[in-house]
């Protein structure tokens, strides 16, 4: 089944103990991206992937890393986090960059608390 | 820049009653737009999108959606409301040469027996 899987689902944490969220695509896809979703806010893009190696800051990457060794896992890592990285976490992926614009693929979603 | 207001967070009717999310963008090119829905617990799912071919795009279970682009709208309407509808639905905007897509605030509809 084609898929965007997001690994752990739910995490509780504490400030300042590094975690990583896990993302991977079986579709063979060349974009991949990470949102979080805050109430009232919607969803804001941390950062975007267009093909292995190549990444670049979305619109509130503060306090986010992010890797892309392979083309299918692009996982997203909180060196320090702080509770105002409380959140819901997406990672999407889309064909290409371009697709990207118009249809992505989204995963099942991550919930985290930072206490 | 571009933006997307979504007019209600909350919308409530009653099973087999019409549905209206709306929705207002502002954009400096002409945009693309679309509606994504996310049901509890789950990812987000598009369910449609208007790239400028005809202004009533139709989409998936039924919903559809209107660009005006005199009224900067695109709202979102279902003739009879399930109550497999119930979840929260996002508008969507994507501007020529901007990386990202720009999402609204979100709607959250419920749907009463």
């Known amino acids: 089944e084609a898929q965007v899987t997001q690994n752990p689902r739910y995490l509780i944490t504490v400030t300042g103990k590094k975690l990583t969220v896990t993302c991977s695509q079986n579709m063979n896809h060349e974009y991949m991206s990470w949102y979080r979703q805050d109430p009232g806010l919607g969803l804001r893009q941390i950062y975007y992937?267009?093909?292995?190696?190549?990444?670049d800051k979305g619109d509130v990457p503060e306090g986010y890393k992010v890797s892309r060794k392979e083309k299918r896992n692009f996982p997203l890592i909180l060196e320090s986090p702080s509770p105002n990285q409380t959140s819901l976490y997406f990672c999407?992926?889309?064909?290409?960059?371009?697709?990207?614009?118009?249809?992505?693929?989204f995963g099942p979603g991550t919930r985290l608390l930072v206490l | 820049a571009q933006s997307v207001t979504q007019l209600d967070s909350h919308v409530s009717v009653s099973e087999g009653t019409p549905v209206l999310l709306r929705c207002n963008y502002s954009s400096s090119y002409s945009p693309s737009l679309f509606w994504y829905v996310q049901h509890p617990n789950k990812g987000l799912q598009l369910l449609l999108k208007y790239t400028s071919a005809a202004t009533l795009v139709k989409g998936i279970n039924g919903f559809e959606a209107e660009f005006k682009k005199s009224e900067t709208s695109f709202h979102l309407t279902k003739p009879s409301a399930h109550m497999s509808d119930a979840a929260e639905y996002f508008c969507v905007v994507s501007v020529p040469g901007r990386r990202a897509l720009t999402f609204g605030s979100g709607t959250r509809l419920q749907v009463q027996p």
């Open positions: 999407a992926s889309s064909p290409t960059p371009r697709s990207a614009k118009e249809t992505q693929y």
């Open positions: 992937s267009m093909n292995v190696e190549v990444t």
